[in-house]
C-alpha cells in the first residue's frame, strides 16, 4: 500500500488548505532538501504532513515536521490512520524519533499513536510564541493599533528621508545579517541558504526582500514571506549606521504595506520569548537575555501575541533518543 505522497499530489493538497503554515510547502521541502535534509510528505483523508529527515550514522536518522500536522477535519479514525502512517514513514527510514511542533495551541491531535511514546520535548525548534499584528481595515488604523513611540519612530524615518524598496542583492543581504548575527550573538544560514530561499519563493510570489536606504546606502534590511493569509518576518539584518533614523521601523511598515497590498491579513512578527503577556509586560524593559530585546522592538506594532502547543517527539528508539537527549544537554542537538 502507497503511503508516501508525490511532489504533485501534495501541491493539490496544499492548494485546499490556504490555512497551512508555510513550512509545509513543497518549496520549504525543497529548500531544506538542498541542505542536507530528505522532504518527505503523506496524506491520509484529510489530514497531511510534511516531515524532514536528516541522516545519522549507521543508518539512523531524525525526524522533524515543522508546523505540522495540516488538520482541519479532526476526526478520531482519520487522525489514528495518519499517524499509523507517519509511523510506518519514520520506522522505514530508522527515525530515532520524529520531532512534531504544530501550527495550533491544541495538542491532542499530536497524542495518537499505539506503542510509540510521545513525550513533550526539551527541545524547540521554531518559536512557539510570537506577536502577529492584524493588516485588516486601513493604514490609518492599522497604525493606530500600534504604540505611539512606533508610530512616531515610523514617521520618524520617512521624515528624515529614509526609504524602502525591494532588493535583489541577496549577497549583500547576507553580508549585513552576518555582520548583525555576530553583533547580536544568533546564528546564521549560509549566503547559499538565503539565495535558494528567495529563489524558491521568490518567483512564485510568496517572498521579498526589502532594504531601508539612506542616502542610498543600506541600513536595514528584511526578507518576508506570505502564503495563504499570512506573511511572516523570517529573516532581517541592520548596520550600526544612522540607527537614529530608526530605518528598522519604517521597513517593517512597509513589509506590513507590501503583505497588505498583495490581500495577506497578518503579519506574524515570528518569535517572542516563551511566556503569557503579563509576564511579557511585566519584564520587557528589565529583561536582555534571549528574545527579550526583539520582543521590546516587535511590541511596539500592536500584534496580539499568539502561541502554539509546545514540541513534542514520537519516540521509536529509547535508548539512542536518550543518548540525544544527553547530547542536546551539552549543547550539541541537532537544530532545524
Known amino acids: 500500500m502507497k503511503v508516501e505522497s508525490s511532489l504533485a499530489e501534495w501541491k493539490k493538497?496544499?492548494?485546499?488548505?490556504?490555512?497551512?503554515h508555510l513550512l509545509q510547502t513543497t518549496e520549504w521541502g525543497e529548500l531544506k532538501s538542498a541542505f542536507g535534509w530528505e522532504s518527505v510528505r503523506i496524506i491520509a483523508g484529510d489530514c497531511g504532513a510534511q516531515m524532514l529527515f536528516r541522516k545519522l550514522p549507521l543508518g539512523f536518522t531524525l525526524g522533524?515536521?515543522?508546523?505540522?500536522?495540516v488538520i482541519s477535519e479532526q476526526l478520531s479514525v482519520i487522525i489514528e490512520q495518519f499517524w499509523a502512517e507517519v509511523d510506518e514513514v519514520c520506522c522505514a527510514r530508522r527515525a530515532i524519533f520524529l520531532k512534531v511542533e504544530a501550527d495550533a495551541q491544541d495538542d491532542s491531535p499530536l497524542r495518537f499513536g499505539e506503542g510509540v511514546g510521545v513525550r513533550p520535548s526539551p527541545q524547540s525548534i521554531q518559536p512557539s510564541h510570537t506577536l502577529v499584528v492584524n493588516l485588516r481595515?486601513?493604514?490609518?488604523?492599522i497604525l493606530a493599533r500600534m504604540k505611539q513611540k512606533c508610530r512616531y519612530n515610523i514617521r520618524l524615518a520617512e521624515k528624515k528621508g529614509v526609504a524602502v524598496r525591494a532588493w535583489e542583492d541577496v549577497a549583500a543581504f547576507h553580508r549585513m545579517v552576518l555582520a548583525t548575527g555576530e553583533r547580536d550573538v544568533f546564528g546564521v544560514h549560509s549566503l547559499e541558504y538565503y539565495r535558494r530561499a528567495y529563489e524558491l519563493f521568490h518567483k512564485t510570489g510568496m517572498c521579498e526582500v526589502l532594504v531601508a536606504e539612506y542616502d542610498g546606502r543600506p541600513l536595514a534590511a528584511l526578507m518576508v514571506f506570505a502564503r495563504g493569509k499570512r506573511a511572516w518576518y523570517f529573516y532581517g539584518a541592520s548596520t550600526d549606521e544612522s540607527r537614529n533614523l530608526m530605518p528598522t521601523y519604517l521597513l517593517q511598515w512597509e513589509a506590513m504595506r507590501w503583505a497588505r497590498a498583495?490581500?495577506?491579513?497578518?503579519?506574524?512578527?515570528?518569535?517572542?520569548?516563551?511566556?503569557?503577556?503579563?509576564?511579557l509586560e511585566a519584564n520587557f524593559e528589565t529583561r536582555h537575555d534571549g528574545l527579550w530585546g526583539v520582543y521590546r522592538f516587535k511590541r511596539g506594532f500592536g500584534g496580539e501575541l499568539r502561541w502554539a502547543a509546545g514540541a513534542l517527539d514520537r519516540v521509536y528508539n529509547l535508548p539512542l533518543y536518550r543518548l540525544y537527549l544527553w547530547r542536546v544537554s551539552r549543547g550539541a542537538g541537532e537544530q532545524g
Open 137 to 141: 481595515g486601513s493604514e490609518e488604523e
Open 64 to 69: 522533524y515536521m515543522p508546523k505540522g500536522p
Open 13 to 20: 493538497f496544499l492548494a485546499a488548505h490556504p490555512e497551512a
Open 262 to 279: 498583495r490581500g495577506y491579513e497578518e503579519y506574524d512578527l515570528w518569535g517572542v520569548p516563551d511566556e503569557d503577556e503579563a509576564t
